[in-house]
T-cell receptor
């Protein structure tokens, strides 16, 4: 039973446009969410995070939105660049869950020039 | 140094072999992790070491044996593996006991691609 779901295995976007990657979760105990980016043959790299006390966190071209009532978060990349092409993982944790992160299956983003 | 280094990058081993995966970080992180990732699946937690002590074992079969010789090193000893254990093994580290709440989350290594034949 997947507690973190990324229902779109892939997404293709034109350079300069907005990329929106979605993530849903089922465990209401989750209170901290992270996005990781992964290039082929490399480990995942931390991108941005958000605490459940916020509904938005922004870092440069990357913004994460959290809708707790819907148990949904999204990552917006504006403007998208070809170098953003990678697999993006959503991850979640909870206070009392110690060091454990639960990952989604990932969404492969392709940004076309 | 802001990296987690994993060796080897690729490993092919027979089902009767004994091998070890190595992981090293020099960021002063006190928590280290082993994750397993199969194709088109999310990374799955195997083990967590916190302050050099095993704090989480996610019911991993005993053919996988972790070891943390010191705060900078993490090993995963492999013995009598099965072909279904073929996967990407990722090591990660973080600053402390509740890493998800520490800015930056985990720092991952590039992984070891393991093939069991």
């Amino acid at each position: 039973d997947q507690q973190v779901k990324q229902n779109s295995p892939s997404l293709s976007v034109q350079e300069g446009r907005i990329s929106i990657l979605n993530c849903d979760y089922t465990n209401s105990m989750f209170d901290y969410f992270l996005w990781y980016k992964k290039y082929p043959a490399e480990g995942p790299t931390f991108l941005i995070s958000i605490s459940s006390i916020k509904d938005k966190n922004e870092d440069g071209r990357f913004t994460v939105f959290l809708n707790k009532s819907a148990k949904h978060l999204s990552l917006h990349i504006v403007p998208s660049q070809p170098g953003d092409s990678a697999v993006y993982f959503c991850a979640a944790s909870w206070w009392g869950g110690s060091e454990k992160l639960v990952f989604g299956k990932g969404t492969k983003l392709t940004v076309n020039p | 140094d802001t990296e987690v280094t994993q060796t080897p990058k690729h490993l092919v081993m027979g089902m009767t072999n004994k091998k070890s995966l190595k992981c090293e970080q020099h960021m002063g992180h006190r928590a280290m992790y082993w994750y397993k990732q199969k194709a088109k699946k999310p990374p799955e937690l195997m083990f967590v070491y916190s302050y050099e002590k095993l704090s989480i074992n996610e019911s991993v079969p005993s053919r996988f044996s972790p070891e943390c010789p010191n705060s900078s090193l993490l090993n995963l000893h492999l013995h009598a593996l099965q072909p279904e254990d073929s996967a990407l093994y990722l090591c990660a580290s973080s600053q402390g006991h509740t890493p998800a709440r520490v800015w930056g989350g985990y720092t991952f290594g590039s992984g070891t691609r393991l093939t069991v034949v």
